[in-house]
């Protein structure tokens, strides 16, 4: 059997938290820890190991160079050049000059696997990881708005009083101030969202608070960690598991919706090798406009890489 390997590039809280992650739900044989802070990222590896102790089957946690990653299924990407509280111009400039060097190294020691982009600005960051890289866009998968998406769901639960695996309702576009939710294409088991309840719901409301929750949440404690660890650790588990289930992820398009050039949150099928299909969905007018607009916001951002 083919051991199933995750390189984590970045081990401060996102990084390290999706480790845990990874380690407690048993996804892959070896995690591989890389960090510039030696110390630090031996730290995690011991720490890391003990837990790993616990598990029923054997994980190796390591540490590496990014360079060493030849063996690599999926490399995530969680470091950023700036402070998360900086404006997302700013957190551009620092991670964009570290991609400039990490992307093309990994590349010319042989990595082969799936790149999965987890820092911020997400959308502008896949985007240009994919041009680094040389890989086919379907190698190239962000983290985008698939949070987003599992906020939006549980709002919409707590809202409705049902289980939130029993609602389709999902956002597209930036990971950041242009998402929106697709309400045209939103329902309880095929069934419309006002129509589940008498009172008609708020549908600018809920979105805002969706849009909103990831900032509340690092003006509240400083940064945010298990939210996006166990989206990472979700993505993973999809494409070891080759699962064909429909995320919205950051994907470069190459003419659906009618843009290319451009990675952006959109729902896709997820397989053993990344991604395996674009669902296009029919927006209306208003999510037209939306759309367009997301659009704009993030190649203002990769203009400025």
């Known amino acids: 059997m083919k051991l199933r390997k995750v390189m984590i590039i970045g081990v401060g809280n996102v990084g390290s938290t999706s480790?845990?992650?990874?380690?407690?739900?048993?996804?892959?044989?070896?995690?591989?820890?890389?960090?510039?802070?030696?110390?630090?990222?031996?730290?995690h590896a011991k720490d890391l190991m003990d837990a790993a102790s616990y598990r029923p089957s054997m994980l190796k946690i390591s540490v590496r160079e990014s360079t060493d990653c030849a063996d690599i299924d999926i490399a995530i990407i969680t470091l950023t050049g700036g402070l998360a509280s900086k404006s997302r111009t700013e957190e551009l400039a620092g991670t964009s000059r570290i991609m400039k060097t990490l992307i093309p190294d990994m590349m010319k020691h042989g990595f082969k696997g799936i790149f999965l982009i987890a820092t911020n600005p997400c959308d502008a960051i896949t985007y240009q990881v994919w041009k680094l890289s040389g890989l086919p866009r379907h190698k190239i998968i962000g983290t985008g708005v698939w949070l987003d998406t599992t906020r939006l769901r549980r709002i919409l639960a707590d809202e409705l009083q049902i289980g939130p695996q029993s609602i389709d309702a999902f956002i597209v576009g930036e990971h950041g101030d242009s998402q929106?939710?697709?309400w045209s294409h939103s329902s309880v088991y095929g069934m419309n969202l006002n129509g589940y309840e008498r009172v008609p719901l708020d549908f600018d409301a809920l979105g805002d608070k969706a849009r909103k929750m990831g900032f509340e949440i690092l003006n509240q404690k400083g940064r945010t960690e298990y939210g996006i660890a166990s989206t990472i650790a979700e993505i993973c588990h999809n494409i070891f598991t080759n699962s064909h289930r429909a995320l919205a992820v950051s994907c470069v398009l190459d003419g659906?919706?009618?843009?290319?050039?451009?990675?952006?949150?959109?729902?896709?099928?997820?397989?053993q090798h990344g991604i395996k299909k674009i669902i296009q969905l029919d927006f209306n007018a208003k999510e037209k406009e939306q759309f367009k607009h997301s659009v704009d916001v993030i190649k203002g951002y990769i203009k400025a890489i």
Do not use: H, M, S, W
């Not at 990874?22 to 890389?34: K, S």
């Not at 659906?256 to 896709?268: L, M």
């Open 19 to 43: 480790t845990y992650t990874l380690v407690n739900r048993g996804i892959c044989e070896e995690i591989a820890l890389v960090d510039l802070n030696k110390e630090l990222v031996q730290g």
């Open 180 to 182: 929106f939710p697709v």
């Open 256 to 271: 659906e919706y009618g843009y290319k050039d451009v990675a952006i949150g959109v729902p896709a099928v997820i397989d």
